[in-house]
């Protein structure tokens, strides 16, 4: 579910502009996703808070452009990736019964 009721520690929450991320987080590291996306990756001790931001491109991104589109959270050990523009499906909720 997206929701801009999670917020991080900084106060990030979805559909903030890039801006905010860059000036709350300065010290990330920065995974680009063929211009796509931009992965802002902050570690921590166990586990790793991943922000995903959309590229700039208005006529692909619409009002999602330059803002954040994913927040999740990884372990320690996992490989950073970018999850929005691809074949990934999340928040898709299945019933299997």
Known sequence: MLTQAIAT???????DPRSDVEAAYPEAERIDNAGLTTLFVLPGETGQLLIEVAG?????????ADSVVYLRVIGIDQEPVGIAA????????TDRN
């Open 56 to 64: 700039s491109d208005v006529a692909y991104w619409q009002d999602d």
């Open 9 to 15: 520690e900084e106060g990030i929450q979805i559909s």
């Open 86 to 93: 691809t074949d990934d499906v999340v928040g898709l909720c």
